[in-house]
T-cell receptor, first 114, second 114 residues
């Protein structure tokens, strides 16, 4: 199993540009989520999904959209990038819906918005 | 809603010395507790978790943590650290009910020197 994969690893955008961060998992996990990591802030939840067609907002959803058309994929869209969105983004997945199951993280995407 | 406080942003320690990384949480309901480790330029990896039962939990790489309900703490310990333990450590909490999300602390950087 490849686990949780994320592309790209690095990205530089200009203010106002749009892009999609890709996340895929091959473990047939129901639950997927996106976090952003900023220095001294830990990880903050952006959006999460409990299955195909079902998404919900986390702690910091503004400026981001998600969709879940398949179990495997959970892309994160930035419609109009802002410098405040400069961060490292992590995608994660877990089996089932209970939080007692381990959450597996991807390697991250480092995004810089100029 | 739950929250996590990691009391130290950075902990310097010499190789083979013991270490304790402190974590306190706040929640009005029953919780699961986790410790994750992040090595430089990598994603997060689960070290250990407390779900129920014995309050002393053993994890990978010789780490252990003790759940103290009265003090709402979940401190991480290792009796003898190695250089390779240098990493950032995150405490996280999730409510037991439903398909709860993980809330992370801000992280503690463990710096092990020879």
């Amino acid at each position: 199993n490849a686990g949780v994969t994320q592309t790209p690893k690095f990205q530089v955008l200009k203010t106002g540009q749009s892009m999609t961060l890709q996340c895929a998992q091959d473990m047939n996990h129901e639950y997927m989520s996106w976090y952003r990591q900023d220095p001294g802030m830990g990880l903050r939840l952006i959006h999460y999904s409990v299955g195909a067609g079902i998404t919900d907002q986390g702690e910091v959803p503004n400026g981001y959209n998600v969709s879940r058309s398949t179990t495997e994929d959970f892309p994160l869209r930035l419609l109009s990038a802002a410098p405040s969105q400069t961060s490292v983004y992590f995608c994660a997945s877990r089996r089932g819906l209970t939080a007692s199951n381990e959450q597996f993280f991807g390697p991250g995407t480092r995004l810089t918005v100029l | 809603a739950q929250s996590v406080t990691q009391l130290d942003s950075q902990v310097p320690v010499f190789e083979e010395a013991p270490v304790e990384l402190r974590c306190n949480y706040s929640s009005s309901v029953s919780v699961y507790l986790f410790w994750y480790v992040q090595y430089p330029n990598q994603g997060l990896q689960l070290l250990l978790k407390y779900l129920s039962g014995s309050t002393l939990v053993k994890g990978i790489n010789g780490f252990e943590a003790e759940f103290n309900k009265s003090q709402t703490s979940f401190h991480l310990r290792k009796p003898s650290v190695h250089i390779s333990d240098t990493a950032e450590y995150f405490c996280a909490v999730s409510e037991v009910a439903g398909y709860s999300t993980l809330t992370f602390g801000k992280g503690t950087m463990l710096l092990v020197s020879p």
